[in-house]
Each structure stands twice: as structure tokens, then as C-alpha cells.
């Protein structure tokens, strides 16, 4: 099983980029899926989760009103909507999965599946 995290690139701050996250297997479908973020020299955090099949959707405190996060099962792709960029932003992206909830859907260490990662530089 792959996750494939696509769509980072160098942004100026203000700006939006969408993330996509695609999975290798339809199995990956009915997961919990979420993106986490890691700067340089900064441990890997939470920015935002969706449920399946309710689709609730959780998000850390510093990226609420400005990003969403979706998911699309019949294309087995996760996405992400970055409004409003900070520097802060700046960072390597990486798509989660795991196959059943968790109320620690905010730390790392409940994922099984991970993608490659995928840069995103915010410039001031």
C-alpha cells in the first residue's frame, strides 16, 4: 500500500496551494486520513484529519479558517486546501492513513501509512 503526496512548491505568503494525496489500493478508501507537517529541525505535527464514513473533519488550531482538508474515495485521493500561507507554513507535507479511529488523531505515531512528503516554502 502507497501514499503519493503531490502539489507543494514555493508560494509567496497570502498564497494557496491544494495538496493531493493518491493511495495505491481502493482499500485505503473507508481509512482515517490526515496530514501532518515537519519543519527543519521541528518534530513532525498534526495540521489536519477526515473521518470515514462521517467525513467529520479535525484540524490543528494554527490552520483552522484557512485550510481544508477533503477526500475524494473514488478517485482514492486525499486533498488538502491551503488558503492564506504563512512562513510559518513552511515545511515538508506528508498524507496519513490508518484504518480505524483514534482520539489521538493528532499524533504521528497512530499512522501506519505514509507518503514521500511534499515540500511547500511560503516566502515573506
Known amino acids: 500500500v502507497q501514499l503519493q503526496a503531490s502539489g507543494g512548491g514555493l508560494v509567496q505568503a497570502g498564497g494557496s496551494l491544494r495538496l493531493s494525496c493518491a493511495a495505491s489500493?481502493?482499500?485505503?478508501?473507508?481509512?482515517?486520513k490526515a496530514w501532518f507537517r515537519q519543519a527543519p529541525g521541528k518534530e513532525r505535527e498534526f495540521v489536519a484529519a477526515v473521518r470515514w464514513p462521517t467525513t467529520r473533519t479535525y484540524y490543528a488550531d494554527s490552520v483552522k479558517g484557512r485550510f481544508t482538508i477533503s477526500r475524494d474515495n473514488a478517485k482514492n485521493t486525499l486533498y488538502l486546501q491551503m488558503n492564506s500561507l504563512k512562513p510559518e507554513g513552511t515545511a515538508v507535507y506528508y498524507c496519513?492513513?490508518?484504518?480505524?479511529?483514534?482520539?489521538?488523531?493528532?499524533?504521528?505515531?497512530?499512522?501506519?501509512?505514509w507518503g514521500q512528503g511534499t515540500q511547500v516554502t511560503v516566502s515573506s
Open positions: 496519513a492513513a490508518r484504518p480505524i479511529w483514534s482520539v489521538q488523531y493528532y499524533n504521528p505515531e497512530q499512522y501506519n501509512h
Open positions: 489500493e481502493g482499500t485505503l478508501s473507508s481509512y482515517i
